[in-house]
């Protein structure tokens, strides 16, 4: 039995996708365990991209069980979406697996998250208006409705009319915004529901049952360390735990299944949305990396803000997760950069901060303090080998390492499949 976490060390869009992918040929079962259609993950498959929001990377193994967890939020429209975008790609998806227990986004969430975020004026958190905020606040409040009610005509009826009277009181009352109507939204929900009725199974037994027999199983989380409900920039954050824990809570399986974790980290630091940034680079240099990195929201197309790699962050994700290993993304985008920096500290008001903060206010004061590293102008995309990597990235690596007291197992060169340096085995 094997069981390993894959989470993202920063704010999201390390390039989770791809790694998961790769992970995926020795994985006999993936799981995405939390998060919505918020997410995005890019995987790239010889001359072919694929764009995800949903459904597990894996899926591109059609041996392989993928499976989408309790802990998710699920918007049946953008489910059925993509797997007629798969399907219409040549992508088999009848390896696909929903847990019955993961909650739906209504028409009423996408509407308020959206009415919500434009109320908040200047003080807005930066949400994909997506519904996942809405739902997730439903679940929690005990009044959402899961795939298992989804799937039931009578019990959807009966819960649907109950949630659409108190949203459409707000929709109207606080938004001014025109109601939903109940036949309307019912006639929509019960289409989707056929539609996904073959795929939904007891998601938490279908992965114990596997790890029982000894197999490998890959949880795959969306979003990042500093995003996380509890343990990020909050409120600047997501609804859900994209820490490694989330994935216990958001699969259904016990901590002591899980063997190892993998920390995801781009080489630089990038985030999307508002909130305090130390590492942010406002000059002609952080654009120079958003486009060589395409550093745009996979789901909203949204430039990113991009910044120097931040170990400050790291140490915090190696603390609130466990991770065991890294897996080093981007690499080649540094490429052509006379000199790097990596922050290694903060200062805030005369002190050396070590450890990520806990106070926003204090984050948002923070100067970054960096080790200053020299680059390498040589391309890296066709490297296979750690040895053969310019000195300068050795350099950067190690230090890397040294910093954060974990070691990198995997380093992309490159978005493709190919492109993949592996230090050592995961599986």
């Known amino acids: 039995m094997a069981a390993v976490v894959l989470i993202g060390t920063q704010w999201g869009d390390e390039g989770k996708g791809k790694i998961t992918d790769f992970l995926a040929e020795k994985a006999d079962m993936v799981v995405r365990y939390q998060g919505g259609n918020n997410a995005g993950h890019t995987v790239v498959i010889g001359k072919e991209t694929f764009k995800l929001h949903l459904i597990p990377s894996g899926i591109f193994y059609s041996e392989k069980v993928c499976v989408i967890g309790n802990g998710v ?24 697996k929903i847990s019955s227990s993961a909650h739906v986004i209504m028409p009423y969430h996408r509407i308020l998250d959206a009415l919500e975020e434009e109320s908040k004026g200047d003080k807005k958190i930066g949400t994909t208006k997506r519904g996942i905020g809405p739902a997730y606040k439903d679940k929690a409040s005990r009044t959402g409705i899961r795939i298992s009610d989804f799937l039931d005509k009578e019990d959807l009826a009966a819960k649907l009319q109950d949630n659409l009277k108190e949203k459409n009181l707000l929709i109207t009352k606080i938004y001014g915004h025109e109601p939903l109507k109940y036949e309307d939204v019912l006639e929509e929900c019960l289409m989707y529901a056929e539609r996904i009725r073959p795929y939904v199974v007891d998601a938490s037994l279908e992965i114990n049952n596997c790890l029982a027999d000894g197999k490998k199983v890959l949880f795959e989380g969306a979003q990042g360390t500093l995003l996380d409900l509890d343990h990020g920039t909050y409120p600047y954050v997501t609804s859900s735990n994209p820490i490694a824990g989330g994935a216990c809570v958001g699969a259904g399986v016990g901590p002591t299944r899980i063997s190892k974790v993998v920390g995801v980290v781009k080489a630089y630091t990038t985030r999307v949305g508002e909130g305090p940034f130390p590492t942010e680079l406002t000059c002609q240099m952080g654009e120079l990396i958003r486009e060589k990195g395409g550093e745009y929201g996979t789901t909203t197309g949204r430039p990113r803000r991009c910044g120097w790699l931040d170990v400050v962050i790291m140490r915090y994700a190696v603390r609130v997760s466990g991770i065991s290993d890294f897996a080093f993304t981007k690499l080649d985008v540094l490429t052509g950069i006379e000199s790097l920096k990596i922050c290694t500290g903060y200062r805030y008001q005369g002190q050396i901060l070590r450890e990520f903060p806990q106070s926003l206010k204090v984050l948002a004061e923070c100067e970054a303090i960096y080790e200053e590293m020299p680059g390498w102008q040589e391309d890296l995309t066709g490297i296979t080998e750690y040895a053969q990597l310019p000195v300068q990235a050795q350099n950067y690596i190690q230090r890397f390492e040294e910093l954060t007291g974990v070691s990198v197992t995997m380093l992309a060169v490159g978005p493709g499949r190919d492109q993949t340096i592996v230090r050592g085995d995961i599986f």
């Open 73 to 96: 939020v699920i918007d049946p429209k953008v489910l059925i979406e993509e797997l007629d975008y798969l399907d219409n790609r040549g992508v088999k998806t009848s390896n696909l």
